[in-house]
């Protein structure tokens, strides 16, 4: 079946530094997707989305660049802080009217001071 | 935060016993949609309801049931509760509208333990 996933299992970095995350996806009709940060103990948090219609989107500190010819996602992490430490996971979403987003595993960001 | 609110925020359970789980969604928002995530996994997707209606469901049986009321708040279901039902089970809501996907806002969880 068709799956989001993502490549690093854990990313360590040093505070300051830039963070890339990775999500590969293969259901090539998926047209929205979504990066989600959870911490410890709670839900995950919406970060920033992007629609299949766009290669890049920015907020603040975080980009996300969409790659439909590899399907690849990413997310990249600013001047990290150590409160950036959690788990990141990329969902998309599948076809049709419901909106129901398909998360991968996650990725483990830990920040050192 | 999200605005989302879930109770209890935790529950200890024995096997073969019901459980209720309920979620108030961000005001304004007419979709809420409950997922289940093991220790250590992303969330899976366990049913949605639009507008009192179940509007989708995941790989799970159907001792997990739901509820939407008019206010658009929910309910999440287990019967018969097994040992591998020990999750945090996730509620989100969400504004359905034409034309656009719909971001999905999550509450804190509530950490159910089957023993």
């Known amino acids: 079946g068709e799956s989001v996933g993502l490549h690093l299992p854990t990313l360590s970095v040093q505070e300051g530094d830039n963070s890339i995350i990775n999500c590969a996806y293969s259901n090539s009709a998926s047209d929205y997707f979504i990066w989600y940060k959870q911490e410890s103990g709670k839900g995950p948090q919406f970060i920033i989305d992007i629609r299949s219609n766009m290669d890049k989107r920015q907020g603040q500190r975080v980009t996300v660049l969409l790659n439909k010819t590899v399907k690849h996602l990413s997310l990249q992490i600013a001047a990290t802080q150590p409160g950036d430490s959690a788990v990141y996971f990329c969902?998309?979403?599948?076809?049709?009217?419901?909106?129901?987003?398909?998360f991968g595993r996650g990725t483990s960001l830990i920040v050192h001071p | 935060e999200t605005g989302v609110t879930q109770s209890p925020t935790h529950l200890i359970k024995t096997r073969g016993q019901q459980v209720t789980l309920r979620c108030s969604s961000q005001?304004?928002?007419?979709?809420v949609s409950w997922y289940q995530q093991a220790l250590g996994q992303g969330p899976q997707f366990i049913f949605q309801y639009y507008r009192e209606e179940e509007n989708g469901r995941g790989n799970f049986p159907p001792r997990f049931s739901g509820l939407q009321f008019p206010n658009y708040s929910s309910e999440l279901n287990v019967n018969a509760l097994e040992l591998d039902d020990s999750a945090l089970y996730l509620c989100?809501?969400?504004?359905?509208?034409?034309?656009?996907?719909?971001?999905?806002?999550f509450g804190p969880g509530t950490r159910l333990l089957v023993l």
């Open positions: 989100a809501s969400s504004r359905r509208f034409s034309g656009g996907g719909e971001t999905q806002y």
């Open positions: 005001s304004g928002h007419n979709t």
């Open positions: 969902a998309e979403n599948t076809e049709g009217g419901s909106y129901i987003p398909t």
